[in-house]
């Protein structure tokens, strides 16, 4: 799958808020639904997504997000009942469309039959924690500031796939790191080979823009 | 704008917003087209513009509802891609995109008898009608200067876009600030040589009778059809939305503002124009009508711009041009848009890897709007105005689809008195796009034929790209074989009765 998807999330607390913001840097189509209205509001304000107001339990609301549109469906509420409610939904209601699932527990096995991901966001937060108390190493994404190193994937027929990075004016405030194996840097004669992923430092307001170079 | 554009940060104000549409509606509109509307429809050329703002006022409360709950900066054709099945939506782009390129081709005209006058008004030439074809060197045949020059501009300014991106919204404002000033200095010397006695001075005995002999009150009707592509505006200024400070207030004030600034604006050129030229010197102008008016009554042996004319000239060569550069930019966004959908070749929808910029659309708009100079400027008016109509009929439905479909939706902005607005919207373009169409069976055949081929043609192109596409193009899975979205309707509207969680 290449370009642009069309994702659902179910949820704009804290979590589903912050992957809205994510997704839409990244130039996909976001639909959050989200109960409360003062969330609600906050998000329609921040202008990252399209908002339904209503519980996402409810087929009459989850309809709403046009689901047999959507590449993927992610439940992110804090409550693990309600987010594993609504992939089973988009099951019955939208068999095609991938669901993502957050629990609040250290997942097992035990969703792979009914969800296509699940996430655990404090796992995340644990090593976030970590890089606090041992400040001599710290995992990735916690180093850089708003700059984000990203590894990307070269789609197949996409605009640089295939040519040099000479070829290519990637924008400013964008960095191909490393080469495709992932052990020497990139430089103007690295090839950008279709099917490999490179690692890529890019800051927050290009990046829409280097996704759709190396995606097509 | 264009897919070059960075993922933007919030930087323009209600103002920038505001001038931006302005911008677009005073563009050339008002250069190129009052001397249509005048041919038409002779001194009530004046209440054609204002009628058609009245009109477009309904799409522009759809415009601003729909702005600001789908957070795209893609105008039109992203919210009908929201809002309609595979196929509507389709055509609503591909009729958009042909809007713009034509507006392209008829921008381009304009910008050439208004260019031969001002090197008239500097001596240069001789009068923008005595100037003969050139011959062209290596090329064994000879084009008219004014064809000739149309083409030029679009080339240069498709080449500027093609190659880089394009200048930010603030030099918008600094345009539309330029534009505006110039027709401010033309509206005021036009009453100011009310009583001149000269030939052109302002009169209000232009205006009688209002309505030329032997037509009625209907006779605007066609005029405001045609005209109509000066509100193309609308869409231009939703096509910047991402970039706008807190879009859900601003940008439905920026719609209303430059809306009503636009046809205050209109008016008072309008007013001005046919109070000096007179309706019949106004039409006989043509696409240099505005130009003429003030060479005539403008003070002449000024310094350096010698005659007061020039200015006015060179305010429409400017508007010319930059319109023509908006217009390159929204039609390749269009069709990068559609590209990107999987409505058309996904290599459209590609930025390129070099230029950053969306070369591939920018190079098909470009064959079709160097295409579109060759036609007369009154056909590429009608096909454009008419696919400007049509899609506005679209936008207003989409709004009604949506509250019925998705009545959970969050709506920073509702129209007031819902669904009249909407409904009054898809009426009055409906009836115009009628009377456009009946107008053209009788005048501009060629205007009609055109529009049809480009539908046609685009239904050709749907289903081919449908059938070549069938399991290769995964974008859209499940939008093209699964149940279309009429499906959940029903759901969601026994939903809406139940009120919001």
């Known amino acids: 799958m290449d370009g642009n998807f069309r994702i659902v999330i179910a949820g704009g607390g804290r979590v589903g808020n912050r992957v809205a913001h994510i997704l839409d840097d990244r130039g996909h189509d976001v639909t959050v639904i989200e109960q409360d209205p003062d969330r609600a509001e906050a998000l329609s304000d921040d202008y990252v997504a399209t908002v339904i107001e209503g519980d996402a339990t409810r087929p009459g609301v989850l309809e709403q997000a046009d689901l047999e549109r959507a590449d993927v469906v992610a439940a992110l509420t804090s409550l693990t009942g309600t987010n594993l409610a609504v992939c089973l939904l988009v099951r019955e209601l939208a068999p095609d469309t991938q669901t993502v699932v957050r629990t609040e527990r250290e997942p097992g096995e035990e969703f792979d039959r009914f969800v296509d991901e699940v996430i655990f966001p404090e796992r995340a937060g644990a090593r976030a924690a970590v890089n606090a108390i041992e400040p001599d190493v710290s995992a990735l994404e916690d180093v850089t500031g708003t700059l984000d190193i990203l590894e990307v994937h070269v789609a197949e027929g996409a605009p640089v796939a295939g040519r040099s990075l000479e070829e290519v004016s990637l924008p400013h ?34 990046v829409d823009e280097v996704l759709n170079l190396f995606r097509g | 704008m264009s897919a070059g554009d960075r993922a933007p940060a919030a930087e323009l104000g209600l103002l920038d917003a505001t001038m931006i549409g302005m911008g677009a509606m005073i563009g050339a509109g008002i ?68 809007a713009y390129m034509i507006a392209g081709g008829l921008y381009a005209l304009g910008f050439a008898p208004n260019f031969l006058e001002l090197l008239h008004v500097y001596g240069l030439t001789a009068a923008p009608g005595e100037v003969g074809a050139v011959a062209v060197p290596v090329v064994p045949v000879s084009i008219p200067a004014s064809v000739g020059l149309a083409l030029a501009a679009v080339g240069l300014l498709v080449t500027v876009n093609a190659v880089s991106t394009a200048a930010s919204g603030s030099a918008e404002t600094l345009f539309t600030a330029v534009k505006v000033a110039i027709l401010v200095v033309f509206v005021a010397f036009g009453f100011l040589s009310a009583g001149g006695g000269g030939e052109t001075s302002f009169t209000f005995q232009q205006f009688d009778p209002l309505f030329p002999e032997g037509t009625s009150a209907f006779s605007i009707l066609p005029a405001m059809g045609l005209t109509f592509i000066a509100f193309e505006g609308y869409d231009l200024i939703t096509t910047v939305t991402e970039e706008v400070e807190n879009p859900r207030e601003n940008i439905p004030r920026a719609i209303f503002y430059s809306l009503g600034a636009t046809v205050v604006v209109y008016a008072l050129v309008v007013v001005v124009a046919i109070g000096t030229l007179g309706a019949e010197g106004l039409a006989a102008a043509g696409e240099a009508g505005i130009a003429e008016a003030a060479t005539s009554f403008m003070p002449t042996g000024l310094p350096i711009i010698r005659n007061g004319g020039a200015l006015i000239v060179f305010g429409a060569v400017f508007s010319t041009l930059t319109a023509l550069n908006a217009v ?66 679209v936008v207003n439905a989409a709004v009604i689809k949506l509250r019925r479909e998705r009545p959970d ?59 070549r596409g069938e399991g290769s193009t995964p974008e859209r899975r499940g939008a093209s074989d699964a149940e279309p979205s009429g499906a959940d309707a029903p759901t969601d509207t026994s939903n809406a009765e139940g009120g919001v969680d």
């Open chain 2, 328 to 393: 390159v930019i929204a039609s390749s966004r269009v069709a990068f848009s559609m590209g990107r959908e999987g409505q058309l070749l996904p290599r459209i929808g590609r930025i390129h890897h070099r230029y950053g910029t969306p070369f591939l659309a920018i190079l098909l708009s470009a064959v079709v709007m160097l295409g579109s100079v060759v036609l007369p400027t009154e056909s590429a008016g009608n096909v454009s105005s008419l696919f400007f109509l049509l899609s506005f009929v």
């Open chain 2, 31 to 98: 250069f190129v087209l009052t001397g249509l509307a005048a041919d038409i429809a002779g001194p009530a050329a004046i209440l054609v513009f204002m009628f058609n703002g009245v009109v477009t006022a309904f799409t522009g409360l759809s415009y601003a509802e729909l702005a600001a709950s789908i957070p795209k900066s893609g105008g039109g054709y992203a919210f009908v891609r929201e809002t309609f099945d595979d196929l509507p939506s389709f055509l609503m782009g591909w009729m958009l995109w042909f």
């Open chain 1, 173 to 206: 405030g964008s960095l191909v790191v490393s080469d495709a194996a992932g052990d020497t840097l990139a430089g103007p004669e690295t090839v950008l080979h279709p099917g490999e992923s490179y690692l890529v430092a890019v800051e927050p307001s290009v």
């Open chain 2, 409 to 467: 939706m969050r709506r920073p902005y509702e129209m007031p008195y819902y669904p009249i607005p909407a409904v009054l919207g898809i009426a009055l373009n409906l009836l115009l796009t009628g009377v456009l169409v009946v107008y053209l069976v009788r005048t501009d055949p060629l205007a009609l034929a055109l529009s049809v081929g480009w539908i046609l043609a685009g239904a050709l192109a749907y289903y081919a790209l449908r059938a």
